[in-house]
């Protein structure tokens, strides 16, 4: 990996993180449309990693150990609280349902997720439940197209930059602007709150390097592989700035 794709890819972080939707979020209205168009982001999520976990697990029956038993237990650990975590009330819940449920308390429209969601169950392919829904802005459609097509047919060091770069080693440093924001306005619910305090604390110190040592065994110090998990790693960061850009315009179209 040369220095100059690493610096480019620090570049587009750093923008990112110093996007103004930081200290656009400031009141409840604004706070719901985030929300909207947060969801996909939080449910894709978990495409990337149940395939990692399909791929560095196993999961077949007759079980026969993996070959690397280290994969299975850096992405086990992630998974078994991303799927069963503490819900701060006495019992469990995946990341998912958390944020539906403060999506709830706040009153955002689910509504555009929850139809993709029913088609999908239905029997209708992903690309085809995003282009056909008229709830779905394109910034929505660019990020999750990227997410799933990644999920389903990327190679799995592939995968494994986008978990790294665009979710787990990127989330911490993400969330903190927004939840000061929030917090600093009184705008936000105890369950939005409880679910990005959750996500800060759980990927900055465990989850985070857990993402990037699996990276890093999968790439097996190969220049190839490095350089197009760091291209990887720059596509995820672009198309986050681009549906933080469609939460931002449809505030804008709304004046809210």
Same mark, same amino acid.
């Given at each position: 990996?040369?220095?100059?794709?690493?610096?480019?890819?620090?570049?587009?972080?750093?923008?990112?993180?110093?996007?103004?939707?930081?200290?656009?979020?400031?009141?409840?209205?604004?706070?719901?449309?985030?929300?909207?168009?947060?969801?996909?982001?939080?449910?894709?999520?978990?495409?990337?990693?149940?395939?990692?976990?399909?791929?560095?697990?196993?999961?077949?029956?007759?079980?026969?150990?993996?070959?690397?038993?280290?994969?299975?237990?850096?992405?086990?650990?992630?998974?078994?609280?991303?799927?069963?975590?503490?819900?701060?009330?006495?019992?469990?819940?995946?990341?998912?349902?958390?944020?539906?449920?403060?999506?709830?308390?706040?009153?955002?429209?689910?509504?555009?997720?929850?139809?993709?969601? /029913?088609? &999908?169950?239905?029997?209708? @392919?992903?690309?085809?439940? $995003? !282009? +056909?829904?008229? #709830?779905?802005?394109?910034?929505?459609?660019?990020?999750?197209?990227?997410?799933?097509?990644?999920?389903?047919?990327?190679?799995?060091?592939?995968?494994?930059?986008?978990?790294?770069?665009?979710?787990?080693?990127?989330?911490?440093?993400?969330?903190?602007?927004?939840?000061?924001?929030?917090?600093?306005?009184?705008?936000?619910?105890?369950?939005?709150?409880?679910?990005?305090? /959750?996500? &800060?604390?759980?990927?900055? @110190?465990?989850?985070?390097? $857990? !993402? +990037?040592?699996? #990276?890093?065994?999968?790439?097996?110090?190969?220049?190839?592989?490095?350089?197009?998990?760091?291209?990887?790693?720059?596509?995820?960061?672009?198309?986050?700035?681009?549906?933080?850009?469609?939460?931002?315009?449809?505030?804008?179209?709304?004046?809210?």
């Amino acid at each position: 990996m040369t220095s100059n794709s690493i610096n480019q890819l620090q570049s587009i972080r750093t923008e990112l993180l110093s996007h103004s939707i930081y200290k656009e979020i400031t009141t409840p209205e604004r706070v719901k449309v985030f929300m909207k168009h947060h969801v996909f982001a939080v449910w894709d999520f978990m495409s990337l990693l149940k395939r990692l976990q399909r791929s560095v697990t196993s999961v077949e029956i007759p079980w026969f150990p993996h070959e690397k038993p280290l994969f299975s237990r850096l992405i086990n650990e992630i998974v078994i609280a991303e799927e069963s975590d503490i819900d701060g009330r006495g019992g469990y819940s995946s990341h998912f349902s958390l944020y539906v449920e403060a999506m709830n308390q706040c009153g955002a429209d689910f509504e555009p997720f929850d139809s993709f969601a /029913r088609n &999908i169950k239905d029997g209708l @392919d992903y690309q085809t439940a $995003l !282009a +056909e829904n008229p #709830l779905i802005r394109n910034s929505i459609r660019e990020f999750v197209t990227f997410n799933l097509d990644l999920a389903l047919n990327g190679e799995i060091f592939e995968v494994a930059a986008a978990f790294f770069y665009g979710r787990e080693g990127l989330i911490p440093d993400m969330f903190k602007p927004l939840l000061d924001s929030l917090m600093e306005n009184g705008e936000s619910s105890d369950r939005l709150v409880f679910y990005l305090n /959750r996500h &800060i604390e759980v990927d900055e @110190d465990h989850h985070g390097p $857990l !993402a +990037e040592q699996l #990276l890093l065994e999968l790439c097996e110090n190969d220049p190839e592989k490095l350089n197009r998990a760091n291209e990887i790693g720059k596509i995820c960061l672009q198309t986050r700035m681009k549906l933080w850009d469609g939460v931002l315009e449809e505030i804008k179209e709304k004046g809210l």
